[in-house]
């Protein structure tokens, strides 16, 4: 198969082609054929593959007018070609005619400025007035006929010469080049138009385009899925004829676009958006995209069942459960337990015990593992933004609401888990939203009157004391007793302590590769200093300072000078507090509880008052502070 053919019926020409072809190094059929005989010969390179026809003349017009697809490439005349078939005829007799179109003779009089002669000329609209053309130049008693073939066939006295005007090797290789860019622009154009295509049939949206009159232009397999219409047999039908109550004359007529109407298509409620087409202020059509609204409804829920993949997983398993205590291995049972069930789960305990990692068991454990596990901390975010976090919120609900709304995190938790952390903070005015969404399982975003229906499982956690914020009326009743369906208590690490060197050892291998130390463990005085402390900081407090202790310490065995020295002053002070303890002149607990009011209080006057600051230095949590502030 050849790219380009080149189609003529003079000799000349052919010879010419053959050497155009050659030089410019295309792939190039070159054959000549009769008037009668080109539209047949074009149509048989067409089948075959070709991709444009190059003819030039009367032949070249005939192939343009044709039924053949395939674009004609006219191989032009060029003032080269004019010039170099002047002078051939100069050869034959002084007195010069020409005729033919006013392109093909543009420029001549340039030639004849040049030359220093005169030539008879006559311009010639169509190919039928050749005759005539000729005829008139012979009674001007010319000596030589310049002229296509179509010209000099007419010349009927012998004492004229004739000279045909054909192009040269250049003006072909002109019309090659030419016919290889029309073939570069018209595959780019087939590939654009191939994707175009492909989209269209792949979206599941419904689309028809229609002209400024109405009339389909487009249409892709979803309008046949979506109405039962035959997308295929309705282009070029009038839209109001196969569409009821399309409403795309009055988008054509008023040039305004209509988004996200719900209407009814052919007895099919479905959401539509229509656009007008412009281009430089001038109407060229519409289109119209649709989807079903069942479909639509589907697709949100398919959305909500795959949003693991913005990071709501679990990220603790068993492997993350250090401890062999009763206490301990109680809670935990109490985990395997109640995480086959969807009750609400409240999970209560000191700062620092591993609260969230309980939340991230019940939900690996439950059935519904497989969806999203949503953690919150009601005390990190500000109350005016906690809200709209929990609930979400359409566009324009408020100044600084992002364009299209946001997604409440109840509604990122649907059909799976959302962990409430520190619930004991949540204002007075959420309490009472939360406990709706409790009770009725469905959430409604701020700004919106449409209600959404979720199914989630909650986990609340906090270490604040319930039962006393409820009788002083800081936290509802009715929120309390809908969270407290199943507790796990989690015990503090100083009621686990036989758990401490386990943990220690956790906390070694874990933190190995990163801090690059190959510690060995603690020796025994180490561990023992370990056992004695309280641990107001717990599991967290404790993984601190093993961290701290395995960067002082050189590779080998972590002393107790290291640990003292990762434990801070408050934590050496402390353990020489409990050495006293053991000698009969010491009161353990009077001094204890005497270091500890002088230490907070000295902590807080450095800070100014500022509890959070304190309780950061104190490495404790801020409700554990107040509760011994409130205990001095």
Same mark, same amino acid.
């Given at each position: *198969?050849?790219?380009?053919?080149?189609?003529?019926?003079?000799?000349?020409?052919?010879?010419?082609?053959?050497?155009?072809?050659?030089?410019?190094?295309?792939? !190039?059929? !070159?054959?000549?054929?009769?008037?009668?005989?080109?539209?047949?010969?074009?149509?048989?390179?067409?089948?075959?593959?070709?991709?444009?026809? &190059?003819?030039?003349?009367?032949?070249?017009?005939?192939?343009?007018?044709?039924?053949?697809? &395939?674009?004609?490439?006219?191989?032009?005349?060029?003032?080269?070609?004019?010039?170099?078939?002047?002078?051939?005829?100069?050869?034959?007799?002084?007195?010069?005619?020409?005729?033919?179109?006013?392109?093909?003779?543009?420029?001549?009089?340039?030639?004849?400025?040049?030359?220093?002669?005169?030539?008879?000329?006559?311009?010639?609209?169509?190919?039928?007035?050749?005759?005539?053309? !000729?005829?008139?130049?012979?009674?001007?008693?010319?000596?030589?006929?310049?002229?296509?073939?179509?010209?000099?066939?007419?010349?009927?006295?012998?004492?004229?010469?004739?000279?045909?005007?054909?192009?040269?090797?250049?003006?072909?290789?002109?019309?090659?080049?030419?016919?290889?860019?029309?073939?570069?622009?018209?595959?780019?154009?087939?590939?654009?138009?191939?994707?175009?295509?492909?989209?269209?049939?792949?979206?599941?949206?419904?689309?028809?385009?229609?002209?400024?009159?109405?009339?389909?232009?487009?249409?892709?397999?979803? !309008?046949?899925?979506?109405?039962?219409?035959?997308?295929?047999?309705?282009?070029?039908?009038?839209?109001?004829?196969?569409?009821?109550?399309?409403?795309?004359?009055?988008?054509?007529?008023?040039?305004?676009?209509?988004?996200?109407?719900?209407?009814?298509?052919?007895?099919?409620?479905?959401?539509?958006?229509?656009?007008?087409?412009?281009?430089?202020?001038?109407?060229?059509?519409?289109?119209?995209?649709?989807?079903?609204?069942?479909?639509?409804?589907?697709?949100?829920?398919?959305?909500?069942?795959?949003?693991?993949?913005?990071?709501?997983?679990?990220?603790?398993?068993?492997?993350?459960?250090?401890?062999?205590?009763?206490?301990?291995?109680?809670?935990?049972?109490?985990?395997?337990?109640?995480?086959?069930?969807?009750?609400?789960?409240?999970?209560?305990?000191?700062?620092?015990?591993?609260?969230? =990692?309980?939340?991230?068991?019940?939900?690996?454990?439950?059935?519904?593992?497989?969806?999203?596990?949503?953690?919150?901390?009601?005390?990190?975010?500000?109350?005016?933004?906690?809200?709209?976090?929990?609930?979400?919120?359409?566009?324009?609900?408020?100044?600084?609401?992002?364009?299209?709304?946001?997604?409440?995190?109840?509604?990122?938790?649907?059909?799976?888990?959302?962990?409430?952390?520190?619930?004991?903070?949540?204002?007075?005015?959420?309490?009472?939203?939360?406990?709706? =969404?409790?009770?009725?399982?469905?959430? *409604?975003?701020?700004?919106?009157?449409?209600?959404?229906?979720?199914?989630?499982?909650?986990?609340?956690?906090?270490?604040?004391?319930?039962?006393?914020?409820?009788?002083?009326?800081?936290?509802?009743?009715?929120?309390?007793?809908?969270?407290?369906?199943?507790?796990?208590?989690?015990?503090?690490?100083?009621?686990?302590?036989?758990?401490?060197?386990?943990?220690?050892?956790?906390?070694?291998?874990?933190?190995?590769?990163?801090?690059?130390?190959?510690?060995?463990?603690?020796?025994?005085?180490? *561990?023992?200093?370990?056992?004695?402390?309280?641990?107001?900081?717990?599991?967290?407090?404790?993984?601190?300072?093993?961290?701290?202790? *395995?960067?002082?310490?050189?590779?080998?065995?972590?002393?107790?000078?290291?640990?003292?020295?990762?434990?801070?002053?408050?934590?050496?002070?402390?353990?020489?507090?409990?050495?006293?303890?053991?000698?009969?002149?010491?009161?353990?607990?009077?001094?204890?509880?005497?270091?500890?009011?002088?230490?907070?209080?000295?902590?807080?006057?450095?800070?100014?008052?500022?509890?959070?600051?304190?309780?950061?230095?104190?490495?404790?949590?801020?409700?554990?502070?107040?509760?011994?502030?409130?205990?001095?």
């Amino acid at each position: *198969m050849t790219e380009i053919a080149i189609l003529t019926p003079l000799d000349a020409l052919i010879q010419v082609s053959m050497e155009a072809a050659k030089k410019t190094g295309e792939d !190039v059929a !070159v054959r000549k054929v009769s008037f009668r005989n080109a539209i047949a010969a074009a149509k048989e390179f067409e089948k075959a593959g070709t991709e444009v026809i &190059i003819s030039r003349g009367t032949m070249g017009l005939k192939l343009i007018e044709s039924d053949i697809s &395939i674009p004609v490439v006219q191989i032009p005349i060029t003032g080269y070609d004019l010039l170099r078939t002047i002078k051939e005829a100069q050869k034959l007799g002084q007195k010069i005619g020409i005729a033919d179109t006013r392109d093909v003779l543009q420029g001549i009089e340039t030639i004849e400025s040049v030359l220093g002669i005169s030539i008879e000329k006559h311009i010639v609209a169509a190919p039928e007035e050749a005759e005539a053309a !000729v005829e008139a130049l012979s009674k001007k008693e010319i000596d030589v006929l310049i002229g296509k073939s179509i010209f000099t066939n007419k010349v009927k006295r012998d004492s004229i010469k004739t000279v045909i005007l054909t192009s040269g090797v250049e003006s072909v290789i002109q019309a090659i080049h030419e016919a290889r860019s029309l073939i570069d622009v018209r595959r780019t154009e087939l590939k654009r138009t191939k994707e175009l295509q492909a989209i269209l049939d792949f979206i599941a949206d419904g689309v028809i385009a229609v002209d400024e009159q109405g009339i389909i232009t487009v249409c892709n397999p979803s !309008v046949y899925s979506i109405l039962n219409l035959p997308y295929e047999s309705v282009i070029g039908m009038q839209i109001d004829d196969i569409l009821v109550n399309s409403q795309m004359k009055k988008v054509l007529s008023t040039g305004k676009e209509e988004l996200n109407r719900i209407q009814d298509a052919n007895g099919v409620k479905v959401v539509a958006n229509r656009i007008p087409i412009r281009h430089e202020q001038k109407m060229f059509g519409a289109v119209c995209t649709f989807q079903a609204v069942h479909k639509l409804q589907q697709q949100e829920q398919e959305i909500r069942k795959k949003l693991l993949h913005r990071g709501h997983v679990t990220k603790y398993s068993l492997h993350n459960i250090v401890g062999e205590s009763e206490m301990y291995q109680k809670a935990i049972q109490k985990v395997k337990k109640y995480s086959q069930v969807d009750s609400t789960i409240l999970l209560t305990g000191e700062t620092g015990v591993g609260k969230e =990692v309980f939340a991230h068991l019940i939900h690996s454990f439950s059935k519904r593992s497989e969806g999203p596990f949503v953690a919150v901390n009601c005390a990190a975010i500000p109350e005016n933004l906690l809200e709209s976090e929990l609930f979400g919120y359409v566009e324009g609900a408020f100044t600084g609401a992002k364009k299209g709304g946001k997604t409440g995190l109840f509604e990122l938790a649907h059909q799976g888990t959302i962990f409430l952390d520190e619930i004991g903070e949540l204002a007075e005015s959420l309490q009472a939203q939360l406990l709706r =969404v409790l009770q009725e399982g469905e959430v *409604m975003r701020l700004g919106d009157e449409r209600v959404i229906p979720i199914n989630i499982r909650v986990v609340a956690a906090s270490n604040r004391n319930f039962e006393k914020m409820v009788e002083e009326g800081s936290f509802r009743a009715d929120l309390y007793y809908r969270l407290n369906i199943l507790d796990i208590p989690i015990p503090s690490l100083r009621e686990r302590i036989p758990d401490i060197p386990l943990l220690c050892d956790f906390f070694l291998k874990e933190l190995e590769p990163g801090i690059r130390r190959n510690s060995k463990g603690f020796t025994a005085d180490a *561990m023992r200093i370990l056992q004695s402390y309280d641990w107001p900081g717990n599991i967290r407090q404790l993984r601190n300072i093993v961290e701290r202790a *395995m960067i002082l310490s050189p590779e080998g065995m972590i002393d107790a000078e290291t640990v003292l020295a990762a434990g801070g002053k408050d934590f050496t002070k402390l353990h020489e507090l409990k050495q006293h303890s053991n000698s009969e002149e010491f009161d353990s607990e009077t001094k204890l509880q005497s270091f500890e009011k002088e230490y907070i209080l000295n902590v807080l006057k450095q800070v100014n008052g500022n509890k959070t600051e304190a309780a950061k230095i104190l490495g404790i949590g801020r409700t554990t502070l107040w509760r011994k502030i409130n205990s001095l």
